[in-house]
């Protein structure tokens, strides 16, 4: 099985508008909503790709009823905490010429319903996958991803992080099989401007020094680089169509990699499929549907 644990869920609501003016009343020229968070994503893309997962996470409120009515399916399960109050964020994705998102902070969570969650978590056993993704709300100690990774200490089990900062280096000691930061996090989890090829490289070598196995660094609309377990660099570029909506791109191709190599155990082609789910959700107006993946595999 595998598990996707989204600690912070959302509802995405996608405003356009012709340019965005601070200090006056803007009117939007579309507006859409999507039940996200980076871990619902990945269940989302995964299912589109023939694939079971259990959403395992928080939800609260009306909005929290939504999302998981919202993504229940016949390929996910979705085995959410409803918290006692507040109600799962509503993130703002401003569409104005450039994109401007503003994430809330999401609702508060206690330390006796962190609790439930790692029961959950004990259920996880040899030959799973789990899949943690996303930020936390702030009141939440910085340590609850290695808390969810000491549970399954010593079982056969796929980790992947897609998270950022002190998040994602804090949880290297537990050997992820895949981490997926997009360029900018590397920049910042270094300090220091990165631009070409082989400071990528170099950097994410540092990665696996610290324990990461793959690291996938996401370029948005300059494609991907791989540098696999074995030290190997591999490169994807992007398809050129019309750019709709990227919020969930790096999920989906998280989801495409998991799914590739589930498949085919290719790191290749692993790095192919993730690259034709990143670009599908990119083209989209929200995730990566089967049809247009199926579409995009056969031109990439
Ligand atoms: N403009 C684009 N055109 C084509 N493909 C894109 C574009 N932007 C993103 N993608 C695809 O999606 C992948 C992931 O994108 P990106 O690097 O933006 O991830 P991210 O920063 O983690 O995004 P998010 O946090 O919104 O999920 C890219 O490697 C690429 O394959
Ligand atoms: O605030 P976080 O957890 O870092 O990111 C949340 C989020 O931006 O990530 C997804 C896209 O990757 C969206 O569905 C969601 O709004």
């Not at 169509?241 to 790096?250: A, D, F, M, R």
């Amino acid at each position: 099985m595998i598990y996707t644990v989204t600690l912070n869920p959302s509802i995405d609501y996608i405003v356009r508008l012709d340019s965005l003016v601070p200090g006056i009343t803007n009117r939007t020229t579309a507006e859409e909503y999507y039940y996200g968070g980076k871990g619902i994503n990945v269940s989302c893309v995964l299912a589109e790709l023939d694939l079971e997962s259990t959403a395992f996470g928080f939800v609260a409120g009306f909005t929290g009823d939504a999302i998981e009515k919202g993504i229940r399916n016949d390929r996910i399960i979705t085995d959410f905490i409803k918290l006692e109050s507040g109600i799962s964020r509503i993130n703002i994705k401003i569409k104005a010429g450039v994109e401007t998102e503003i994430n809330c902070q999401g609702p508060h969570i206690s330390e006796g319903e962190l609790e439930r969650l790692f029961s959950k978590i004990d259920r996880i056993s040899d030959g799973d996958t789990i899949v943690i993704a996303g930020n936390i709300p702030n009141t939440m100690p910085d340590d609850v991803y290695e808390r969810i990774l000491e549970r399954i200490k010593g079982k056969d089990v796929r980790i992947v992080v897609d998270a950022t900062k002190k998040l994602l280096l804090n949880a290297l000691k537990y050997k992820p099989f895949l981490i997926k930061p997009n360029r900018q996090e590397l920049s910042e989890m270094f300090g220091v401007e990165i631009n070409t090829e082989d400071d990528i490289e170099k950097y994410a070598k540092e990665l696996q020094k610290l324990g990461a196995k793959n690291v996938l660094i996401s370029l948005g609309g300059d494609g991907a680089m791989l540098i696999d377990e074995f030290g190997k660099r591999h490169k994807a570029g992007v398809l050129k169509e019309k750019v709709i909506n990227t919020v969930g791109s790096g999920d989906s191709m998280v989801a495409g990699f998991v799914a590739g190599y589930e498949k085919t155990k290719s790191y290749p082609y692993a790095l192919k499929l993730g690259s034709v789910c990143g670009n599908a959700t990119a083209f989209l107006d929200g995730l990566a549907t089967k049809e247009k993946i199926n579409e995009l595999l056969a031109k990439f």
